[in-house]
Every structure is written in structure tokens, then in C-alpha cells.
């Protein structure tokens, strides 16, 4: 069974940057499309940003400039750049196309 694990996350000041991975054993991310979502307190998860198996990527309004989606053959990854304290929340990744079990995902906080 496909397992996600996310890492990458922390505390950091505003202004600051994360990089989160994603990867998952046997699994080729460039095979699917894939998606960082995250979640934060008490709010439903959204959708951050996807990128397709041809490396067409879209991101969400609130992080366009400032975010960036990625993958190599075997990782996802979001380079996450001016971050702001409304950023804090969980992150986790997943195929928005064949969901798969999430991950515990990846704790982004960002305060001062």
C-alpha cells in the first residue's frame, strides 16, 4: 500500500521560507497529478497548488508569486517563499485525481 510522508515543515517568522517534500515508497510521482493541499485550524482543507504529469502547473490565488510547486520522479515538493501567518496549517499531498490514504502531513507555522 502507497504511503504519503511529508516533511519539510516548522515554525518561521513572516517574510520567511519552508520547502516541503512529499514522497511515497513506489510510487513515480511524474506518473500522476498531484496536489499539495493543506488544512488549518478549525477550516476545511483546500487545495494549495497541482501539477500534472506534462508539468503544467496551477497554484491558488492566495499563493501565487509566493509559492511554487515541484516534483522530481519520486518527490513532490513546495517551495513556499514570503510566507505569511494566514500560511499556518497542516500540509499534506495527495493524487487529486486517485486519492490515496493521506499522510500525517507536515506542520507550517508562521508567526513572529
Known amino acids: 500500500q502507497v504511503q504519503l510522508v511529508e516533511s519539510g515543515g516548522g515554525l518561521v517568522q513572516p517574510g520567511g521560507s519552508l520547502r516541503l517534500s512529499c514522497e511515497a515508497s513506489?510510487?513515480?510521482?511524474?506518473?500522476?497529478?498531484m496536489a499539495w493541499y493543506r488544512q488549518a485550524p478549525g477550516k476545511q482543507r483546500e487545495l494549495v497548488a497541482s501539477?500534472?504529469?506534462?508539468?503544467s502547473t496551477n497554484h491558488e490565488d492566495s499563493v501565487k508569486g509566493r509559492f511554487t510547486i515541484a516534483r522530481d520522479t519520486y518527490k513532490l515538493y513546495l517551495q513556499m517563499n514570503s510566507l505569511k501567518p494566514d500560511d499556518t496549517a497542516v500540509y499534506c499531498c495527495?493524487?487529486?485525481?486517485?486519492?490515496?490514504?493521506w499522510g500525517q502531513g507536515t506542520q507550517v507555522t508562521v508567526s513572529s
Open positions: 495527495n493524487r487529486p485525481l486517485s486519492m490515496i490514504s
Open positions: 513506489g510510487m513515480t510521482f511524474r506518473f500522476y497529478k
Open positions: 501539477i500534472t504529469p506534462g508539468g
